[in-house]
């Protein structure tokens, strides 16, 4: 963790039969559209490649019924065994509040119960409000692209 004494305000579930429609209504604010794919293509990608992609639904911690706030993925570059985030969406109702910090946390946990040294993730250049979110957690970038996105790590061990 970066310092916080505190649990992450939420729980990650793995999408399944019964939480992944929760998981397909969540979208983004207007404009962050060029920044992140509906989770519907994420939820596809997840199904059907045969990547290292694992769809989580994100919920909030604590509260009486639990809502989805947003979806991630999760998974393990087979050449290096990094872990990686990725398809980060907290829906637009719930930004502001912590989520997206938590569900970060949250991966690094899970990497780091796995065993993983390092957690990467990658973004757009132009997103700047998740290149600071990713810098305050403890991410650095590197010289590494993933596409046109830059690619950011932390080391967790």
Do not use: K
């Not at 992944?20 to 969540?26: L, Q, Y």
């Not at 604010?29 to 059907?48: I, K, N, S």
């Amino acid at each position: 963790m970066t310092g916080s004494v505190h649990d992450p305000p939420v729980g990650l579930e793995p999408v399944g039969p019964d939480n992944w429609r929760d998981c397909a209504e969540v979208a983004v604010a207007p404009g962050q559209e060029a920044f992140v794919a509906p989770v519907t293509r994420y939820l596809a990608l997840c199904a059907y490649d045969e990547g290292p992609w694992r769809p989580y639904a994100v919920r909030a911690a604590g509260a009486a019924d639990r809502p989805v706030v947003g979806f991630v993925m999760g998974g393990v570059d087979d050449d290096d065994g990094s872990f990686w985030v990725g398809g980060l969406v907290i829906d637009a109702g719930r930004q502001r509040q912590g989520y997206g910090r938590g569900t970060v946390e949250a991966l690094v946990a899970l990497a780091r119960a796995g065993g993983h040294d390092v957690v990467r993730l990658s973004y757009e250049p132009r997103n700047h409000a998740a290149r600071s979110l990713y810098a305050a957690l403890g991410f650095v970038e590197t010289t590494e692209r993933a596409g046109d996105e830059i690619v950011a790590e932390r080391r967790v061990r």
